[in-house]
């Protein structure tokens, strides 16, 4: 005859009917609570002493392994790289608020890419005026954690963020320094600095300044795009107002040290793409544009387009897959914003 009983998730048990351990009294004695929460009289389910102490260890050693995960609760994942583990975020149904940027260093923000080191951090920055620096903003309150300054660097109009891996699969941060509302200027950069191991205020030095040249003419942009891979693919994306943008591809030597190069297109893009965003499982991108979004396959120019619904909330220029890829965030310029997720296609 089978044994049967119950273990109750990680609540406390205790006595009989629970299921709970009594001092004294030997698993597998007639009447006697069995271990962790099963009762087994022996009339029904004789066991012996050693049965019953292997069984009990057994189901002692799950109990633990159980209240372990238990701790852990909805605050991690386990399918993710170790540095990737972070708060689990559910992916809503439509385009909903999180939480409200109320920092007011922050009233135009013009990049948003999700920290695969940091999980919950979302690097942002302002568009043209400020002075070159990254903020670490909390993905579940908006709070501004760190404020990251680029040392000896002269920003112009800062457009776009985004995160990248190094030869070594060490996370970098690419900081675009890309606008041209003119469309006049003879080059645009890129900096690229290694990933802060620990969120708090700091100066960092760059690793490298990347001049760009387009091949053509001079345009302005607004996204950037890095593949999440070492040393992965570097797209530029322009933006323009009435007319198709185009993904500008950069050349590899643009993971060396400083240096100049010089991108052409390699497909075409909606016209006003304010910004752009590789999913960190490296299967999908997307493109922002003031009226909404759309998803690709692979990398650009892309397959399989799909349209994402991300609501309307202003002139948004900031838009970035979770951590996790599960879902995306955007936010919009302005003071007091509302930082939304909006649900994958």
């Not at 000896?152 to 320094?177: H, I």
């Not at 994306?237 to 950069?250: C, D, I």
Request: glycine share 10%.
């Amino acid at each position: 005859m089978t044994c049967v009983g119950s273990i109750a998730g990680c609540s406390a048990v205790g006595g009989p009917a629970g299921g709970g351990l009594t001092a004294g009294m030997p698993w597998g004695s007639v009447g006697s609570p069995g271990p962790i929460g099963f009762d087994i009289p022996d009339r029904l389910c004789p066991v012996t002493h050693r049965l019953a102490r292997s069984v009990g260890a057994t189901i002692s050693a799950c109990l633990l392994m159980t209240v372990a995960a238990c701790a852990q609760g909805e605050t991690a994942t386990t399918d993710l790289p170790a540095e990737s583990r972070g708060p689990f975020v559910e992916a809503p149904s439509g385009p909903e608020e999180v939480c409200r940027v109320a920092d007011p260093r922050l009233p135009e923000i013009s990049g948003l890419a999700a920290s695969t080191q940091h999980p919950g951090i979302l690097w942002t920055h302002n568009d043209s005026g400020d002075r070159a620096q990254l903020f670490a903003l909390d993905a579940l309150t908006c709070e501004v954690k760190a404020v990251i300054r680029l040392r000896g660097v002269d920003a112009w109009d800062t457009e776009a963020v985004a995160v990248g891996r190094d030869a070594n699969d060490k996370p970098v941060l690419w900081f675009g320094d890309i606008g041209d509302n003119t469309a006049t200027a003879s080059s645009v950069r890129l900096y690229r600095l290694p990933e802060p191991a620990q969120i708090k205020d700091q100066t960092l030095t760059v690793a490298a300044t990347i001049t760009v040249k387009y091949a053509d003419e001079p345009y302005n942009a607004e996204a950037l795009l890095v593949e999440p891979s070492p040393e992965g693919r570097i797209w530029i994306v322009t933006r323009r107002q009435s007319a198709q943008g185009a993904y500008y591809e950069l050349p590899a030597s643009a993971w060396g040290s400083s240096t100049t190069v010089t991108v052409r297109a390699v497909g075409s893009v909606p016209a006003l793409t304010t910004d752009a965003t590789f999913a960190p499982n490296g299967e999908v991108y997307a493109l922002r544009t003031y009226f909404g979004a759309t998803q690709f396959d692979g990398t650009p120019p892309g397959n399989n387009s799909q349209s994402i619904d991300v609501g309307f909330t202003g002139q948004s220029e900031a838009l970035t897959y979770s951590y996790d890829s599960r879902l995306l965030y955007t936010i919009s310029e302005g003071v007091n914003q509302p930082l939304i997720k909006v649900p994958l296609p």
